[in-house]
T-cell receptor, first 114, second 117 residues
């Protein structure tokens, strides 16, 4: 079975631009979460979506937004990019929206902001 | 406040030996879950093992076991018979938030494990 997939794998943007990252969960999984991992740190929670509704939001500015589609895939949007947004963005899927369910991560999208 | 603390930035172990990676956590919630993930240089986070706060026995998954000491708030990962492929970053994470509510995983800063031949 296919795991979590993310696109693109790498992305280079300049300050002030907008970016959209995409994630497809494992088949049958209804929950998608997004994490930001800055170099040398552990991942930080950005959003969780379940059944197309936002279930949780981390401490990130409003420049960050996300949505989940009827097929449970998800997009993460970041507006007005800053240099500090450079990071590995990880998507994770789970069956439901309780954190007792194991989250399975995708390979990530590495975003570089110049 | 740091919820997950991994005090070992780097660890070295000889192939075929066992190694323990430390993790302490801080929570006042009686219901919580603890996870360990492995992150190779490719970047993907690989789930290794899970321990629930109410689980009576320490979790085990193949060569991985979790030494859960609730009173000490520690959840150390033990890898037996280390292999060269175990070289990677290892992250301890805790589920935070009311169960069924707005929940998230909180990660530690990780430990870089190097397995020497």
């Amino acid at each position: 079975d296919a795991g979590v997939t993310q696109s693109p794998t790498h992305l280079i943007k300049t300050r002030g631009q907008h970016v959209t990252l995409r994630c497809s969960p494992i088949s049958g999984h209804k929950s998608v979460s997004w994490y930001q991992q800055v170099l040398g740190q552990g991942p930080q929670f950005i959003f969780q979506y379940y059944e197309k509704e936002e279930r949780g939001r981390g401490n990130f500015p409003d420049r960050f937004s996300a949505r989940q589609f009827p097929n449970y895939s998800s997009e993460l949007n970041v507006n007005a990019l800053l240099l500090g947004d450079s990071a590995l963005y990880l998507c994770a899927s789970s069956l439901y929206w309780s954190m007792t369910d194991t989250q399975y991560f995708g390979p990530g999208t590495r975003l570089t902001v110049l | 406040a740091q919820k997950i603390t991994q005090t070992q930035p780097g660890m070295f172990v000889q192939e075929k030996e066992a190694v323990t990676l430390d993790c302490t956590y801080d929570t006042s919630d009686p219901s919580y879950g603890l996870f360990w993930y492995k992150q190779p240089s490719s970047g993907e986070m690989i789930f290794l093992i899970y321990q629930g706060s109410y689980d009576q026995q320490n979790a085990t998954e193949g060569r991985y076991s979790l030494n859960f000491q609730k009173a000490r708030k520690s959840a150390n990962l033990v890898i037996s018979a280390s292999q060269l492929g175990d070289s990677a970053m290892y992250f301890c994470a805790m589920r935070e938030g009311p169960q069924g509510g707005s929940e998230k995983l909180v990660f530690g800063k990780g430990t870089k494990l190097t397995v020497n031949p």
